[in-house]
């Protein structure tokens, strides 16, 4: 049988089509990226009893009027000196840092944990389960009891095991943690601009990401940016990889925690 | 005498067009790639606020778990026919309830996806855009409805400042 012969496809409109497919892409897309600060809204909580007060040195109070001006703690901050926050936030956050005497009084003071003391944390609970678990006679009050003793076991055991990693990678035996109670705290006016709120805020993220990134830079040789990066945009899979900057990320976030009040305003 | 001989009578030869094709379907894969689509056209005027630390939303956007609020000045009609000069648009319309409408925007639009599809309320995040002149009363007002509905995660939208080392912020 003779071949036949194909004749040639003419694609000189080929040019044509994908000119028109690459317009119609420039128009509908946009090149500016979506970028903000997220944060949690804390839930609400009912109850009749009045918190302990919270001693002064553990806020730092961040106070923004509504002509923009600052008052951070005792001082006074002008809208074109606002980038002095981060180091301002920076103090207060490692001034008592790895000191246990001549601490100063006004900033939160550091905890330091060790391995032998979760470990005997751990081990009390677990003989408190046991003995509750023990008990002859039982009523509603012991399910509870029980139940507060596992969520105490579950955060002794995380403990140790974070403490595990930090003594891993730093080789240090102590693990400097800040007191819990510390946190800033910001308070802002009913007619405060939307750009100074965030000012504040890109402030208060800018000094935690620091020495964050410092932290992790020294322990595990990448910075937490990197790491928290690489989360947010591979949640959805589960590799080895993942899983072991998550809990770097979730170490490092102990050192140094963001926490941030943000203050309904009054006026 | 001229070394260089017009040949007068032929034509130019034609220039091969055979590769434009592939030069421009990989311009056009470039901007596939490096852009996003529009969501919806701005009802009101932002000028966003500049911060440094910025979370990039793309992959949150990707998973659709956020939701935004535009906050401002409306760009047709008059201010002050809304509540503090500031227009709320939703998706694609201004309500005329402002901020107070938040609450069943947000349940509306978590109802209406199928339930396999929705992600725990405290993974929607909610993000505000809005102008750099915008009262915080009203944002904070949104947060007291967003907390009363257990849609926990919030967002403050603002634009990355680069190299200048300035906030804009309006001195009075």
Redesign the interface.
Same mark, same amino acid.
């Given at each position: 049988m003779a071949k036949r012969v194909v004749p040639e496809i003419n694609?000189?409109s &080929?040019?044509d089509? +994908?000119?028109l =497919? =690459?317009i119609f892409?420039?128009v509908?897309?946009? &090149?500016?990226?979506?970028? +903000?600060? =997220?944060?949690?809204?804390?839930?609400?909580v009912e109850s009749e009893i009045t918190p302990p007060p919270v001693e002064e040195k553990n806020i730092y109070k961040i106070v923004i009027n509504s002509?923009?001006v600052i008052q951070a703690r005792d001082s006074i901050i002008k809208?074109?000196d606002?980038?002095t926050l981060n180091s301002r936030i920076k103090h207060f956050y490692t001034i008592n840092r790895g000191k246990k005497a001549d601490r100063e009084l006004n900033y939160p003071y550091y905890a330091y944990g060790t391995k032998e003391l979760y470990s005997t944390n751990l081990q009390n609970q677990q003989n408190r389960l046991d003995a509750l678990e023990n008990q002859e006679q039982t009523d509603g009050n012991t399910e509870k009891l029980i139940e507060q003793t596992l969520a105490a076991i579950e955060k002794w055991q995380e403990k140790l095991d974070m403490m595990n990693l930090y003594t891993e990678f730093s080789g240090k035996k102590e693990m400097p943690e800040i007191a819990f109670e510390a946190h800033v705290r910001l308070e802002?006016?009913?007619?405060?601009?939307?750009?100074?709120?965030? +000012?504040v805020?890109?402030e208060v993220?800018?000094a935690v990401?620091e020495l964050r990134d410092e932290e992790a830079e020294s322990l595990f040789g990448t910075t937490w940016?990197t790491m928290n990066?690489y989360i947010?945009?591979n949640? =959805?899979e589960d590799t080895p990889e993942l899983r072991q900057y998550k809990k770097h990320t979730e170490l490092i976030e102990t050192l140094y925690p963001l926490r941030l009040i943000?203050v309904?305003?009054k006026r | 005498m001229s070394k260089f001989k017009k040949d007068g009578g032929k034509p130019a030869p034609a220039i091969n *067009?055979?590769s434009?094709?592939d030069i %421009? $379907?990989m311009?056009?894969f470039f901007? !596939?790639v490096?852009?996003?689509?529009?969501e919806i056209d701005p009802l009101v005027k932002v000028i966003p /606020?500049? #911060? %440094? #630390?910025?979370?990039?939303? *793309?992959?949150?956007?990707q998973?659709s778990t %956020?939701d $935004?609020v535009y906050?401002g000045e409306p760009l047709k009609g008059d201010a002050s026919k809304f509540d503090k000069g500031v227009a709320v648009q939703y998706d694609g319309l201004l309500h005329p309830d402002g901020i107070n409408y938040i609450g069943k925007w947000k349940l509306a639009k978590f109802n209406d996806k199928p339930a396999e599809m929705t992600d725990p309320k405290e993974n929607i995040?909610t993000?505000f855009k /809005?102008?750099?002149? %915008?009262?915080?009363?009203v944002? $904070?007002t949104a947060?007291?409805i967003?907390?009363?509905l257990?849609? @926990?995660?919030? /967002?403050?939208?603002?634009?990355? !400042?680069g190299n200048k @080392?300035?906030?804009?912020?309006?001195?009075?």
């Open positions: 694609a000189g &080929m040019a089509i +994908a000119f =497919l =690459l892409f420039l509908t897309t946009t &090149m500016d990226k979506d970028t +903000a600060y =997220l944060r949690k809204i804390p839930k609400k002509k923009q809208p074109e606002i980038s802002s006016f009913v007619d405060t601009d939307y750009s100074a709120y965030v +000012a805020q890109s993220q800018r990401t940016t990066r947010i945009q949640e =959805l943000e309904k305003p | *067009t055979s434009l094709p %421009v $379907f311009l056009l901007f !596939m490096a852009t996003t689509t529009k /606020a500049q #911060g %440094v #630390g910025l979370t990039d939303l *793309t992959p949150f956007k998973r %956020v $935004f906050l995040i993000c /809005a102008d750099e002149k %915008v009262p915080m009363g944002i $904070f947060r007291d967003l907390r009363d257990d849609f @926990n995660s919030i /967002a403050y939208s603002a634009s990355e !400042m @080392n300035d906030y804009s912020i309006r001195e009075q």
